[in-house]
C-alpha cells in the first residue's frame, strides 16, 4: 500500500470550530516526524455567551456542523480523527459521551480521541483522585464537565469557570490570568489539575507549572494528541513537551 510521502507514519484529521486559533498551533507544535495534521474548521460564528442559554445554542450549533466538516476531511482518507474540541464531549456525563464518539467514529470510518477521554487516560496514568479542574465555559458546561469526571471515579475538589464571553474570547485570556487561577486553586489535597476548552492556550503554561507546582498539570490539547498518537502506536519520546511525551 502507497504511504504519503510526508504522512507516511499516520495523517491525522483534527476537527476544531472556526473560531479556534489554538489548537492548530498547539498540535503542530507536537507533531513528530511522518505525522500530518489535517485541519477541518466546524462553521461556528463568533456568538456572544453571556449565560447557560448561550452557552447550550453555542454547543448546538457546533454539533450541528460537526459531521459535515468530517466529511470533508473524509475525503483526504485519514487514518485517525481528532477532536479539536471538548465541551461536546463531556456532555451527559461518560456514558453519553462515549455513545457520541462511537457514534463519530462509526461516521469517519475511522477512531477518535477526544480531549475529555484523552485527560481521563492522562489522570489515570497520573494516579489522580482529587482534581482541580479550570475551564473557559459558562456553568451549564461546567456541570457537566465535573459530571464527566466524576464518572470517571475523579473527585472534582476545585473549580475555576471563567465563564469566556465569546468562542474567541476564550483565546484572549492571557497565560498570567491563568497561573494565578492555577496557583489559587492548588493545595496539598489536589493530586491535579486538569484544563478544559480546547481554545484557552495553556499547553506551555501547564509544563511551567507543573514544574513549580510538583504535580501534574494537564492540558487537554496536549493530553488529546498524546493519545492520538499512542492509539496508532506512535510512542515516540521527546522533551520539551512533559511527562506524557517523555515517558509513554
Same mark, same amino acid.
Given at each position: 500500500?502507497?504511504?504519503?510521502?510526508?504522512?507516511?507514519?499516520?495523517?491525522f484529521?483534527?476537527v476544531?470550530?472556526s473560531?479556534?486559533?489554538?489548537?492548530?498551533?498547539?498540535?503542530?507544535?507536537?507533531?513528530?516526524?511522518g505525522?500530518?495534521?489535517h485541519?477541518?474548521?466546524?462553521?461556528?460564528?463568533?456568538?456572544?455567551?453571556?449565560?447557560?442559554?448561550?452557552?447550550?445554542?453555542?454547543v448546538?450549533?457546533?454539533g450541528?456542523?460537526?459531521?459535515a466538516?468530517?466529511?470533508?476531511?473524509?475525503?483526504?482518507?485519514?487514518?485517525?480523527?481528532?477532536?479539536?474540541?471538548?465541551?461536546?464531549?463531556?456532555?451527559?456525563g461518560?456514558?453519553?459521551?462515549?455513545?457520541?464518539?462511537?457514534?463519530?467514529?462509526?461516521?469517519?470510518?475511522?477512531?477518535?480521541s477526544?480531549?475529555?477521554?484523552?485527560?481521563?487516560?492522562?489522570?489515570n496514568?497520573?494516579?489522580?483522585k482529587?482534581i482541580?479542574?479550570?475551564?473557559?465555559?459558562?456553568?451549564?458546561?461546567?456541570r457537566?464537565?465535573?459530571r464527566?469526571?466524576? #464518572?470517571c +471515579?475523579?473527585?472534582?475538589?476545585?473549580? @475555576? =469557570?471563567?465563564?469566556? /464571553?465569546?468562542?474567541?474570547?476564550?483565546? $484572549?485570556? *492571557?497565560r498570567?490570568t491563568?497561573?494565578?487561577?492555577?496557583?489559587?486553586?492548588? #493545595?496539598d +489535597?489536589?493530586?491535579?489539575?486538569?484544563? @478544559? =476548552?480546547?481554545n484557552? /492556550?495553556?499547553?506551555?503554561?501547564?509544563? $511551567?507549572? *507543573?514544574?513549580?507546582?510538583g504535580?501534574?498539570?494537564?492540558?487537554?490539547?496536549?493530553?488529546?494528541?498524546?493519545h492520538?498518537?499512542?492509539? @496508532? =502506536?506512535?510512542?515516540?519520546?521527546?522533551?520539551?513537551h512533559?511527562?506524557?511525551?517523555?515517558?509513554?
Open positions: 500500500m502507497s504511504k504519503d510521502a510526508l504522512g507516511w507514519r499516520c495523517k484529521a483534527v476544531a470550530p473560531t479556534n486559533t489554538i489548537v492548530q498551533p498547539d498540535m503542530e507544535a507536537l507533531r513528530p516526524e505525522v500530518t495534521n485541519f477541518g474548521r466546524i462553521y461556528v460564528p463568533n456568538m456572544p455567551v453571556h449565560n447557560d442559554d448561550d452557552f447550550v445554542a453555542l448546538e450549533a457546533i450541528a456542523e460537526l459531521y466538516t468530517v466529511d470533508r476531511c473524509k475525503t483526504m482518507a485519514p487514518d485517525y480523527l481528532i477532536m479539536g474540541m471538548s465541551a461536546l464531549m463531556f456532555w451527559d461518560r456514558a453519553a459521551s462515549e455513545r457520541r464518539m462511537q457514534e463519530l467514529s462509526e461516521h469517519a470510518g475511522v477512531p477518535v477526544a480531549g475529555s477521554f484523552a485527560c481521563e487516560a492522562a489522570l496514568l497520573a494516579g489522580a482529587r482541580g479542574v479550570i475551564s473557559p465555559y459558562m456553568p451549564v458546561s461546567d457537566n464537565v465535573t464527566f469526571f466524576e #464518572d +471515579g475523579f473527585t472534582v475538589a476545585k473549580f @475555576v =469557570g471563567l465563564r469566556c /464571553s465569546s468562542p474567541i474570547a476564550i483565546a $484572549e485570556v *492571557q498570567e491563568l497561573r494565578q487561577h492555577l496557583l489559587e486553586m492548588d #493545595d +489535597g489536589i493530586d491535579a489539575l486538569v484544563q @478544559v =476548552g480546547t484557552l /492556550s495553556m499547553v506551555g503554561l501547564a509544563l $511551567e507549572m *507543573q514544574e513549580s507546582l504535580k501534574p498539570v494537564v492540558a487537554i490539547n496536549a493530553a488529546t494528541y498524546w492520538a498518537l499512542r492509539a @496508532v =502506536g506512535i510512542a515516540d519520546q521527546f522533551a520539551g512533559g511527562p506524557l511525551f517523555e515517558l509513554h
